[in-house]
């Protein structure tokens, strides 16, 4: 059974926050962090390594993202996090679109998609939505929600088709790639 949110008047009070609650905090502990020590904060977090690949209303469309997670088995879901000053942002509403996992030896094709233009990537025909070649693992998605993150629009898909392979993971930690041993991937032997 799912908790109901208390009423507004059962709501606790906003604790009161020292004069400076740490490095990122402004003077009063409640204003915005400062960017760049929020981003340095956030990037101790490490991540995996993806592309979005969608088709656009004029072109096939590829933007390279770290914030991608599960959202639920049944039916299953996953979300991605896309900024809002992304020249592809505003045509990724509504469409179909893959999340490209990258394996370790694919840093390249990371940055093709993150405006620095390498080699061109050689696309597969999905069934949904176009994907790349030889990714580590993939997941073709129908869009299912989309939800106000600030700078961010969080896009939700329905999994329709997925798949992975063996190999070495590409990650990114403090402002650098960095590589996850496939000897450290998956538990789909514990579940």
């Not at 592309?51 to 997670?69: E, P």
Request: proline share 7%; hydrophobic share 40%; net charge negative.
């Amino acid at each position: 059974m799912i908790a109901k949110p208390p009423k507004k008047a059962e709501l606790p009070q906003k604790a009161e926050l020292p004069e400076r609650a740490g490095p990122g905090s402004t003077a009063d502990g409640r204003g915005t962090p400062g960017n760049h020590h929020f981003r340095g904060s956030l990037g101790r977090f490490a991540t995996g390594v993806a592309i979005v690949t969608f088709d656009g209303v004029t072109k096939r469309h590829g933007i390279t993202v770290n914030s991608f997670t599960s959202v639920s088995m049944n039916p299953p879901l996953v979300l991605v996090s896309i900024a809002r000053h992304t020249k592809a942002h505003d045509e990724l509403a509504g469409r179909p679109f893959t999340v490209n996992i990258l394996g370790a030896e694919q840093r390249e094709l990371a940055m093709h998609f993150a405006g620095r233009p390498g080699r061109e990537p050689v696309w597969v025909e999905g069934s949904t939505a176009p994907r790349l070649l030889n990714v580590l693992a993939y997941f073709e998605c129908t869009p299912w929600a989309a939800y106000d993150g600030g700078d961010h629009t969080l896009y939700v898909g329905q999994v329709v088709d997925f798949d992975y392979r063996n190999g070495d993971a590409l990650a990114f930690a403090n402002s650098n790639f960095t590589t996850i041993p496939e000897s450290q991937l998956g538990m789909e032997e514990l579940l």
